[in-house]
């Protein structure tokens, strides 16, 4: 399947929320699972689309940054005002997703178009991998280019209390 703009991209997130709900329901529990996806355009440019709690982090000329929003009732809270992010009803909230891929309504994902430029470091990475590592060592990982092994056994090393996945993409 060739996907290419927003339209191809929502398209293609409604065929993977379909299959994930149809791969569920022979198995008792199973409600879906978070997609973060990084789709390179031929204008220099990437989408990255987003359901769930996974994250995508951008380096650039130093500066690290966050790119992606949550979809978890403790962001909503935190971001609301509701309760504080050290809060009890933060830690209880912090796994609650709002949207992710098998979600009964078919949520919409979050598309994000970013330019690219050559030195352009990406990470990509589950709730396993970024609640167990603080983004200051995340932003040293993609500045000290350590492998996703090295960063991977990192989050055993802290505890390992969720699914850890990580891709780490350059532009050159």
């Given at each position: 399947m060739t996907v290419s703009g927003p339209a191809g991209l929502r398209a293609a997130v409604a065929a993977v929320q379909r299959a994930v709900r149809e791969a569920g329901r022979g198995i008792a529990g199973l409600t879906g699972?978070?997609?973060?996806?990084?789709?390179?355009?031929?204008?220099?440019?990437?989408?990255?689309?987003?359901?769930?709690?996974?994250?995508a982090y951008r380096l650039r000329d130093g500066v690290f940054e966050l790119l992606t929003s949550?979809?978890?009732?403790?962001?909503?809270?935190?971001?609301?005002?509701?309760?504080?992010a050290d809060?009890?009803?933060a830690y209880r909230?912090?796994?609650?997703?709002t949207?992710?891929?098998?979600?009964?309504?078919?949520?919409?994902?979050?598309?994000?178009?970013v330019s690219l430029r050559p030195g352009d470091r990406f990470l990509l990475c589950t709730d396993g991998v970024s609640d167990q590592i603080h983004d200051r060592r995340l932003a040293e990982a993609l500045t000290e280019r350590?492998?996703?092994?090295e960063l991977l056994a990192e989050t055993l090393d802290h505890g390992g209390d969720d699914n850890a996945t990580a891709v780490m993409i350059v532009v050159s």
């Open positions: 699972c978070t997609l973060t996806a990084f789709v390179g355009d031929t204008d220099g440019s990437a989408w990255l689309v987003q359901l769930g709690d996974s994250r949550d979809h978890t009732a403790a962001w909503l809270g935190l971001l609301n005002g509701w309760y504080a809060s009890r009803e909230d912090r796994h609650r997703l949207r992710f891929a098998g979600h009964p309504g078919m949520p919409e994902p979050d598309l994000i178009n350590i492998t996703v092994t």
